[in-house]
């Protein structure tokens, strides 16, 4: 589909193989300008091929590098916390702070989510680091989930979006909450604990902390980073190939409306501050189906795939997205039914 | 590689570049992150420029491990396609947005001389909404792109889009205008119209509606405004 990534893939690969055979050269001298390859490359390409200047392709790459664009600032903010808590937060810490007891350990985990104003992206690293400094992954996860959908700044943006419809933004709360605190205890019972492993591997030591938060939330920013980046391809390439008009179209059941704003939420990958201002704009659909959207978009996505598969691995991903979306429909339909 | 991006975040905010794909709003988040990133990338080169002082055979931290390479991949697309924002060919696959629910609150309209600016969403909303009729016999000046469309021979859909995020969630908001000699498509140009009532009432009918508008005037503009977008907030 794109040339740009590809030649930067390229450029990749031939800079690790290079610097495998100058084994004295230190590696890092080559990285950053060896970027520069690429980037004389783009712009000598800029205008010369036709098939960068294709109206698909330059609104393909509109929707692709916007969702980067978009994302770049929660990112930043979630890996800086994510350094902090690598360096500030010993696990003696979290076994004061977070209760011994599961059953009380991950609604509060979920409630905590209210503290972090932002996007998804910013809370796949910082789940992960929460992991790694020890706080039991189920409690993790239920933060993971719930921190983009509930915290104040999304739950505004919902009622700018449906004025006077208080009862739909206490409906994405309450559906939201039930499905991090559902998919953290089914984690907490039979979750693979020993798929989180890798993220343990790490020595605390306080140390140097300054440093540690910096090599952190670098780390995190480039491996999280390029994860989001092909997330971001994926949603903008899927974003073309089924045009949203598509809806207008599908039939009138209840059921299939459902199901569809479901896949449209995994589909579009819109930050949840944005979701519900999307769902505004299609009313003839009923507002449990468009609940539906506003449910499952901040808990699983195509980008937020991806940056799980990065972030937690792919065997884990493989086993947590599909339990996170059955979950999520359900509880907006349940809440939907009771509240709406 | 954060010098990198830093770089690049800072340069398109310094063009105004990133006005193309999210809102006005996000300057500051932008700027926040790109000095972030900058700070990070020269402390990191710092500390690696003391380490080999000490150690030259030490290893180094890595600049980018596998799949992190890809973070520059939106900047390369930036450099080689310049992508701009979202326009005709995006209008066409999203159904343009009319205000379903409106808190039907609208202050009087101050009486001007010349035409009234306003944006699509106002003209759209008072249109449908408005109780008052407040648009009847106003020239209200629109700024928008041209959309063409084979059902509108003597004019074109005057088209802003409504950006809640980012480009990727834009939704078209589309007046049609009549009476205009022909325009290429995204054109941006400066309307003044006056609203055309509907002969049936918008309400009273099923599916889409459709605001027209007659034009007075219509000039093209070179530059497209710096808040591209439209925002719902």
């Known amino acids: ?340 | 590689m954060m010098l990198w991006i830093g770089g690049f975040t800072l340069r398109l905010i310094w063009t105004g570049g990133f006005g193309w794909f999210v809102q006005q709003r996000m300057r500051y988040p932008l700027l926040a992150a790109a000095v972030v990133l900058l700070a990070f990338g020269l402390y990191e080169a710092y500390r690696s420029s003391i380490d080999e002082a000490r150690n030259p055979s030490a290893r180094r931290w890595s600049v980018a491990p596998g799949v992190g390479w890809l973070l520059i991949a939106p900047f390369l697309i930036l450099l080689s396609v310049a992508p701009t924002g979202l326009g005709a060919a995006a209008a066409d696959r999203v159904e343009a947005f009319t205000p379903t629910e409106s808190n039907e609150d609208f202050t009087a309209i101050e009486p001007s001389t010349g035409p009234v600016e306003m944006r699509v969403f106002e003209f759209l909303d008072r249109a449908i909404w408005d109780e008052e009729q407040s648009l009847e016999g106003l020239v209200v000046r629109l700024e928008g792109l041209v959309v063409n469309d084979p059902s509108v021979r003597d004019g074109f859909k005057l088209t802003r889009f409504l950006v809640s995020c980012c480009a990727a969630d834009g939704i078209p908001l589309q007046v049609t205008v009549r009476g205009t000699p022909a325009f290429a498509d995204d054109t941006w140009v400066i309307a003044d119209v006056v609203w055309k009532p509907p002969a049936v009432p918008y309400r009273e009918l099923e599916g889409r509606w459709v605001v027209e508008a007659d034009a007075i005037e219509v000039q093209t503009v070179e530059d497209a405004p710096k808040d591209a977008y439209e925002s719902p907030w």
Not at chain 1, 160 to 184: C, D, E
Not at chain 1, 193 to 200: F, M, N, Q, T, Y
């Open chain 1, 1 to 340: 589909m794109s040339n740009a990534p590809d030649s930067a893939v390229a450029a990749e690969a031939a800079v690790v193989h290079h610097g495998d055979h100058t084994h004295r050269r230190p590696r890092w001298a080559l990285g950053p300008w060896a970027l520069l390859i690429p980037l004389f490359a783009a712009i000598l390409l800029r205008n010369r091929v036709d098939f960068l200047q294709n109206e698909e392709f330059r609104l393909w790459s509109t929707l692709f590098v916007s969702v980067v664009i978009q994302a770049l600032p929660f990112l930043v903010l979630g890996v800086v916390i994510s350094g902090a808590i690598a360096a500030y937060v010993s696990p003696d810490l979290v076994r004061r702070l977070v209760p011994r007891r599961t059953a009380l350990a991950i609604p509060s985990a979920g409630l905590a989510g209210l503290a972090l104003p932002g996007c998804e992206c910013g809370s796949v690293p910082i789940a992960g680091r929460l992991v790694g400094a020890g706080m039991p992954s189920a409690a993790a996860l239920t933060f993971l989930l719930a921190a983009p959908a509930i915290n104040p700044v999304v739950l505004v943006a919902t009622a700018v979006a449906f004025p006077g419809n208080g009862q739909l933004v206490f409906a994405r709360f309450a559906a939201s909450l039930l499905t991090a605190i559902v998919v953290g205890s089914w984690w907490a019972r039979r979750g693979g604990e020993s798929l989180l492993d890798s993220l343990r591997s790490e020595e605390w030591s306080s140390h140097n902390r300054w440093s540690r938060l910096v090599d952190v939330a670098s780390r995190d920013l480039v491996h999280a980073g390029g994860y989001l980046v092909v997330g971001a391809m994926a949603a903008a390439t899927l974003q073309l190939v089924v045009p949203r008009s598509i809806i207008s179209t599908v039939a009138e059941s209840e059921l299939l409306s459902v199901l569809m704003f479901a896949a449209l939420a995994v589909v579009l990958s819109i930050c949840s501050e944005a979701d519900a201002f999307v769902a505004v704009g299609l009313p003839q659909f009923s507002l449990t189906s468009r609940l539906v959207f506003l449910v499952v978009g901040p808990v699983i996505d195509l980008k937020l795939v991806a940056m799980h598969i990065g972030v937690f691995g792919r065997r884990f991903a493989l086993r947590f997205a599909p339990v996170t979306l059955v979950v999520a429909i359900i509880s907006a339909v349940v809440i939907g039914q009771v509240l709406l």
